[in-house]
């Protein structure tokens, strides 16, 4: 088989070993593809984040969407009218943290940042940063809550998670 088209084996052994243990130990689910306890967060893809144990949920309580920022974009204004309308969400957080990479430096910085290091021009993709975590997040919530499409009573509120503390400091809009 050409080498583009085979499973790249040699990346993924680990997935796959502790994927054979976890499939071993499931008991399968009883659960459902909508969120139980009504919740969506949209939060950063930072690897410190385990967005379930943050608020105290379990599999099956919340649907959480993740990207560089947890910025609010097209793609999570889609996925978040899906999960209002089929999935039982009824309450949104936007959920950015303390000591973010797409905090602080400018969408220049990062561009030449990654060109001095790689040789590569990313300006063709717009970043998101943000100068202020408070300010991009009220942002967004507002975006969301502008979303004309949005089930009416949906709540939408914005939260900083804080990487040191794990606390969650609620924002005023
Ligand atoms: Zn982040």
């Known amino acids: 088989m050409p080498d583009s088209k085979r499973f790249p084996i040699e990346a993924f052994e680990d997935v ?3 994927n054979a243990q976890h499939a071993t130990a499931y008991g399968g689910s009883d659960l ?3 969120a139980a ?6 939060t950063c893809i930072d690897s410190r984040i385990d967005p379930l144990s943050v608020v105290g949920m379990q599999p099956g309580d919340v649907k959480i969407l993740r990207n560089a920022g947890a910025r609010v974009t097209d793609d999570v204004q889609r996925t978040l009218l899906l999960a209002s309308y089929l999935l039982g969400v009824q309450r949104i957080l936007i959920m950015p943290h303390t000591d973010c990479r797409m905090v602080g430096s ?3 910085d990062i561009h030449a940042t990654i060109r001095a290091a790689n040789g590569i021009d990313t300006r063709s993709i717009e970043f998101r940063t943000s100068n202020d975590v408070d300010a991009s997040l009220a942002l967004d919530v507002v975006r969301v809550r502008a979303n004309p499409l949005l089930p009416a009573g949906t709540r939408v509120g914005g939260a900083v998670y804080d990487v040191l503390s794990g606390r969650l ?5």
């Open 32 to 34: 459902t593809g909508r």
């Open 106 to 108: 400018s969408e220049a």
């Open 16 to 18: 796959l070993e502790a």
């Open 169 to 173: 400091r609620p924002v005023e809009v």
């Open 37 to 42: 306890r009504g919740l969506a967060i949209v």
